[in-house]
């Protein structure tokens, strides 16, 4: 299983399309730590610290900001 990601850079904007309900939402990247990991963007007028941060303020459950937002392909492992 590879752990590849697409980093962003600030300024970059991320788009979610919902697959069930009609619409999108629209991220402004911020900041970009390649050390830690953490990416901040900014949805509307709020900022959030993390992908995942964001991804799961607007699902209303846990997220995997990098595959919410695109930077990331799901990948499953086969269970046996």
């Known amino acids: ?3 590849e990601k697409t980093w ?3 300024g970059d904007r991320l788009t979610h399309r919902f697959r069930k309900r009609q ?3 629209e991220a402004e990247v911020v900041s970009v ?3 830690t990991g953490r990416v901040a963007v900014k949805v509307g007028d709020t900022t959030y610290r993390s992908l ?3 991804a799961t303020a607007i699902t209303g459950h846990a997220t995997n900001g990098w595959i919410f937002w695109g930077l990331k392909k799901m990948t499953w492992k086969p269970q046996r």
Request: proline share 13%; charged share 20%.
């Open 33 to 35: 730590d390649c050390t």
């Open 23 to 25: 619409g999108q939402v």
């Open 1 to 3: 299983m590879t752990d």
């Open 8 to 10: 962003p850079k600030p």
């Open 52 to 54: 995942s941060t964001a």
